[in-house]
């Protein structure tokens, strides 16, 4: 990964001592915090909204340095299934691609069609709300049911927090 001693500065000590309290596999937590010092560079560098003005899928793959390790939703992958996934979202407007319900629905289905390969899902967001997972909610606490990690990062000013789904 690119400027990694800077950007694992950038991560909240109180976010990595989290990440790793999660249980997650070493190669796995390993990945995630690469994910989050490459998401906090970009974010530190042009705000949450700059990743989605252009490719987001192709700057936060270019960033974190990852090439075919990691899915991104929404993304032009079809067929490729990785151990981790990253979706990001951007307002809840349903009109929009990057719409926290949109890239719910995208999610679901990738963890349907990943099943067996996908161990991992990171959801980033700029909102948060009862209502808006309301309809994932069920899925999404079935896959944890079935060992599957699901966890959400929500976005303030430049600062990432892992929130509960609850």
Request: some cysteine; proline content about 4%.
């Amino acid at each position: 990964m690119k400027n990694t001693n800077k950007t694992e500065i950038q991560i909240e000590n109180d976010l990595v001592r989290t990440v790793r309290k999660l249980g997650l596999p070493e190669l796995i937590q390993s990945d995630v915090l690469e994910v989050l010092a490459g998401l906090s560079l970009l974010i530190s560098e042009g705000g949450y909204q700059s990743i989605f003005r252009h490719n987001p899928a192709g700057s936060v793959r270019e960033t974190i340095g990852r090439s075919s390790d990691i899915n991104i939703i929404p993304g032009n992958e079809i067929g490729i299934c990785c151990p981790l996934a990253l979706a990001l979202c951007q307002g809840e407007a349903a009109s929009r691609p990057y719409g926290f319900r949109n890239v719910m629905r995208k999610v679901r289905s990738h963890m349907i069609n990943c099943f067996y390969d996908t161990g991992v899902v990171m959801i980033v967001t700029d909102v948060w709300s009862p209502r808006l997972i309301e309809e994932s909610l069920e899925d999404m606490e079935a896959h944890q049911a079935k060992g599957k990690k699901v966890l959400f990062f929500l976005v303030n000013g430049s600062k990432l927090t892992l929130v509960d789904m609850r």
